[in-house]
């Protein structure tokens, strides 16, 4: 091949792709960019199901029916919390709650973006529901009460899910059994810490995390008292500021591949 | 040849679009490079760009001037030294990998990936220079 032959190619391709991305940056592609994921998301949709039924052949039946059970209990038992709770502020007429139905959107999820099965994790989550469907940025995705995670992008197709163990992720939360309150952090690889929990706070292994809840005037945002985890280590020196506990999700991410956005509270 | 890039090129869109961040597209235009050395590469190398940037969220346009620039380097590269060998391969594959990944915003396992990348290029490289042989002789 002639030098010089393949320079030009190269030339003329690096001109148009730099054209094309400074295009798409500002803006000007966005109705073609969305034509191309709703054209594409099917077939997404289509090898992500595949892939996911895939890795979970040979697993154990058994084991996977015992997850689901305990997702179940433990949902019945933050719903029951949550009762408790309610029926406490009436009696004492503190306050009065008139929670408002939680309105979802059911998704697929057709991609996920930094994920490698058995290396690493997934840190996002692409799913088959856009703008068109109601989604917007900042809604909260769900599975059961289980929180999976933010919508951090969106076409008019499909969105994009930063999950909650994202190192980008951090929000308020609370702890169900000793009503401690903080920070929980993303930190890549699966893994979350609860941070910024003042030392008179007691913290209990396997107590749930729950949201805190920071849905704003736009109806966006986390609603109150979703499952984020369960504290599975806690760490705590008397000369630091604040206690510190890993906390593990409840869901494995890289076997979703239904979730639900809640696109009203 | 082109037909086999083509489907090559397909079925490693598909694999990087919903499964896994390795850059299989990548990997595969590297092999094919050093394989075929045909500028109908850049062709390839821009649309699949394309494609996959629509997929994965990404600004359009970002994945074809990465691809459209590793090849013309391993192109000029070529000039000086033999290229077609499976420490060159192993060398670009992580390189490559590593630099597409860190540029468009991975942060979780990018030297892990792209020691994985390394491997699967190798991998490729072997099949692709079998079935060259296996096609033209």
Redesign the interface.
Known sequence: ?Q?R???S??L???V??????????IGL?RPL?SL??AI?SP??AL??GT?AKITEFGSNSKLQELKAQNLALTQKLVDQSKLIADNKALRDQFQTQNPKSTNLIEADV????????G??VP?SL?LNRGENDGVRIGQAVVYQDNLIGKIV?I?SF?A?VMLITN?ASSFTVKTMATQSQGVIKGQ??GEMILDNVVLSDNLQTQDLVLTKGDVDTSNLGFPPDLVVGEISAISKNPSDLFQKADVKSLIDFSKRTKVFVVVNY | MKFLAFVFLIIALILEASLTTIPFVLLVLLCLLVIVRENWLFIFAFAFGLVLDLVTFKALGASSAFFVILLFLVLLYQSKFEIATNTFIFFVSFLGSFGYLSLLGYNNNIISQALVSSFIGLILFKLLQRLKIHIYG
């Not at chain 1, 148009?16 to 940056?25: D, Y």
């Not at chain 1, 057709?110 to 099965?117: K, L, T």
């Open positions: 091949m030098k032959n393949f320079t190619y190269f003329i391709f690096l148009m792709s730099l054209i094309i991305f400074g295009a798409s940056k592609l960019d191309g994921k594409a077939f997404q090898t992500y892939f057709i991609g996920a973006p930094a994920f490698i099965p290396i690493s840190e692409i992008g076409s499909s994009n190192s890549g690889g």
